[in-house]
């Protein structure tokens, strides 16, 4: 007994309404696969974004906006340390070390981030190509920059908001002349795309006290204590864990806020967990419309078969000969739809990753994991068992009265 | 008589079938039919349209189970078998032709023909598919690779009478075999026939054709369900080579 040849056939003859119903099942699939699956890039993503910035103090406020400022790179408006809480952080020995982050300037829409050679290496582990800065005029450019080791810019004031430079305040070029020296391995961050720069550059160029000594050409630490201005932020990579959580405390006063951004994202996580949950629930809305599209897909192609099935009958077909064709015929187009649906969600999520990692510089990572096989092997379950119902009707009709009919 | 008495052929006793109307009314379809379809003649059922025609010949191909009464065919009383044993008897005994052809048409000539190979193989055995061959060579048609959609009424029904003898059945029960056919079509339909007659088929024939009933050695006349004329073949003496 074999009735693939009558199903293949069946399949052939109506295709379109066939791969309509493919279709259908494949996007409604697609849908909730690509929700699930992007839910979990962005939540990745960021946590792997941040996964290098051990400790962050900033000036009070919320954590949120000093991550997004200071991790993601995020135009945004945060309070200066006081400089002499930025004094005493720079020089506390709990910590590996401590890289003051200042912000204010552009080139082509990439920011400008000043800070100290040692978070470069931090982040970055080696150079791809060329060294670290030794120089105010030098800069390492991240992975994603298409500047050039060797290339020499001219920074501008301002940070565009959205990628419109038209947007800031008073955008202007500063006279400095920067000359790029090496390029980070890719991190997946927003740093990916950033122009690292001296922090004191960043100072010079503001007309701030730049760390060190009038007329000195040092970089890096250590910092003046008298000549340390206030910064937005600076990362902190403790010596040890324990040293690592005294140092928040140490620094979580009316003047300052310590951090670990982990934390803080586990917390934004959870603020997005009503998200997420809406994320869950358009996808289970998903689910529901593709099996209500699937036991009307079920029931329309049943009409194209019913007279095919009573003459098979009529001929003397076996009874488990005509469920088979029956459920085999929508069994194989819902797989069909399963496994399309599959691909293209993947393809989706992959689609939407790429855009959003162009738009936010974090690189995300689409997956399918066991949730989304799950999705799909539930839909096909479900799909499979409402398969039955036209082999159960064909086999209740009466046949004579299902030739006259038909 | 009995017709049970006879050792080979298919036969119905006192065969009855009732159905409820609309109004939940049980009707008679068929009453008291007794009848003997011999191996080697072609038999015509006739009589006007609601007589119950084709509820004999759905009776007698086991896709409808009488009220009453008993369908033998050799040493099997059909009527008392279960569902899926009927469909298995029918299978292996009957080869089936329907007024309007009941082709699949989403299958090609070849396939429709060998469509009944499938419900026991998982691949249509070769002897199979070459006898499929022989048998749409034999009755005029070409193994085309097109829907039968696209054939002619007389095509069509030339691919039924070829699907139905496949499996070399002992009877063809054909429903209005000529009904949609031209004359000439019609005339080739009806030889055929008698040509598997000849080669010691039982064949039952549903018709209004007279060509047909002309054709036919026995003429079964129904009305209202019970046979109006006995069963005796009109054309004794009449037709050449009859060899009842």
Known sequence: MNPWPIVRAFLVRHRWAALAFVFLVAAGVSLAVALISQERALR???????????????????????????????????????????????????AAFVAPIGFGDSHRSAPIVGTTSQLVTHLSNELQEGRVFARREEAVVGAASPMKVGETFQPTHGIPRDGNPEEDADPHEHGSMITVVGRMKPTGSPWDSAIMVPVELVWQLHSLPYGHEEGSEAVGPPFDPARTPGVPAAVVKPTTIAAAYQLRNAYT?????????????????????????????????TQALVLMAI???????????????????????????????????????????VGLGLVAGYGLSYGVSQWLAADTGVELTPTLDSSEYLIAASILATGWILALLPAYVVQRRSLAISLAES | ?????????????????????????????????????????VTAIVGP???????????????LVPSSGEIRHGGVIVSSL???????????????????????????VLENVTTPALFGHYRVPSI???????????????????????LSRGERQ????????????????????????????????????????????????????????????????LKAGRIGTPAVDPFVGLRAGDHA
């Open chain 2, 158 to 221: 030339r691919v039924a009478l070829a699907r139905a003898l496949l499996m070399d059945p002992a009877i063809i029960l054909a429903d209005e075999p000529t009904a949609s056919l031209d004359r000439a079509n019609a005339a080739s339909v009806a030889k055929t026939l008698e040509g598997l007659a000849g080669q010691g088929k039982a064949v039952v024939c549903v018709t209004h054709d007279d060509l047909l009933v002309s054709r036919a050695h026995e003429v079964i006349s």
């Open chain 2, 82 to 108: 279960g569902e899926s044993a009927r469909d298995t008897w029918r299978r292996h005994n009957c080869g089936m032709v329907f007024q309007d052809f009941r082709l699949i048409d989403e299958l090609t």
């Open chain 2, 128 to 150: 199979l598919r070459e006898r499929a061959r022989t048998l749409i060579r034999d009755l005029g048609l070409l193994e085309r690779s097109v829907s039968t959609s696209r």
């Open chain 1, 44 to 94: 990745t993503g960021s946590a792997r974004a941040a996964d290098r910035f051990d400790l962050i103090v900033a000036a009070p406020g919320s954590q949120t906006d000093v991550l997004l400022t200071a991790v993601f790179l995020r135009p945004g408006t945060t309070k200066l340390l006081p400089p002499e809480v930025t004094v005493r952080l720079l020089n506390d020995k709990r």
């Open chain 1, 253 to 285: 006063t009316n003047e300052s806020m310590g951090f670990f951004p982990a934390e803080a994202l586990t917390r934004l996580y959870s603020v997005m967990g009503d998200l997420r949950q809406l994320m869950s629930l358009l996808a289970i809305v």
């Open chain 2, 49 to 63: 349209s609601g007589s119950g025609k084709t509820t004999l010949l759905h009776c007698i191909a086991g896709i």
């Open chain 2, 1 to 41: 008589m009995n017709p049970h008495d006879a050792e080979a052929g298919l036969s119905v006793f006192q065969l009855g079938a009732s159905f409820c109307d609309v109004t939940g009314d049980r009707f008679d379809a068929l009453s008291g039919i007794t009848a003997q379809f011999k191996p080697g003649r």
């Open chain 1, 295 to 337: 036991v009307m897909g079920v029931l329309l192609l049943f009409r194209f078969l019913v007279p095919q099935l009573i003459t098979l009958r009529a001929l003397g077909a076996p009874r488990l000969f005509i469920a088979a064709i029956a459920w085999g015929f929508t069994a194989t187009l819902v797989l069909a739809g």
